[in-house]
């Protein structure tokens, strides 16, 4: 069986500068692939083009405004422009308060970017890849579209979405070769928890304490194992856990 060879591939990954899709940037940077990154810090994006030169491209834009990345797709030079595989990696989880609490602009902010962002990206991909006959999109997930936990309310929701989402567009794409794979991780250090909590680094931190979290290079690992195989396969779900980190099971709410 011969796996897809990376050295052939133009890879897109939204949210680059940094976490799961900086590390997935590189690691298809590794194995020689073209890799375009997305995010809204300009300085990052510069900085890794900079360090990795002309096999890597970046686009500032915020995922949130359609006609941006209508505009950055549509910014592309070649052979950046043949997008092989999407990495539709760019999300976020705001606040942890219980429902009743939870600030409704940070549930706007999270829908629109992992849900409807995520569905515009592969939206606006899936021509190019109809007419070249070849893709993979990879939606990141999380565990937490599947299993609950307190304050997970809308995040979850979300990423229930972005499962769904996939499952229904391999239905769609079942008559051509183009893959769609959803991976889910759980808990993995990156500067996701900074963004939840919005800045406060002891709160953040405190998340990872006492237990070895995912590394940022597990996810890409994962990403670059799917995308990699032979044509034939697709990894439809991946769900990958830190190892002392399990579901809580089902609780109830006594009274007194
Ligand atoms: N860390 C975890 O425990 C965990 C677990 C399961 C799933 N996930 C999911 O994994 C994905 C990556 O998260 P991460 O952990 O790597 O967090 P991270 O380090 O905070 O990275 C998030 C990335 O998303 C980009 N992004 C966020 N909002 C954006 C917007 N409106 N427009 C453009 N880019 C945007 C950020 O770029 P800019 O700030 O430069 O725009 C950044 O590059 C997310 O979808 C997250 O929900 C994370």
Sequence with gaps: MTGVDPHHLVVLVTGGTSGYGLATATRFLAEGARVIVTGRRQARLDAFVAEHGD?????CFDVRDRQACIDALDSLPAPFDAIDVLVNNAGLALGLQKAWAADLDDWQTMIETNCLALATMARLVLPGMRSRGRGHIVDIGSISGSWPYPGGHVYGATKAFVKQFSTNLRTDLVDSPIRVTNI???ASE?????VRFKGDADRAAATYDGFEALRPED???AVY??????????I?????WPTRQAPAGITVGRDG
């Design 219 to 221: 996810v890409a690992e």
């Design 55 to 59: 096999r890597a491209h970046a686009l």
């Design 236 to 240: 439809a779900r991946i769900e990958l």
């Design 184 to 186: 889910e991780p759980g």
């Design 190 to 194: 990156t500067e996701f928890s900074l």
């Design 225 to 234: 194992w799917a995308t990699t195989l032979p044509p034939h396969v697709d």
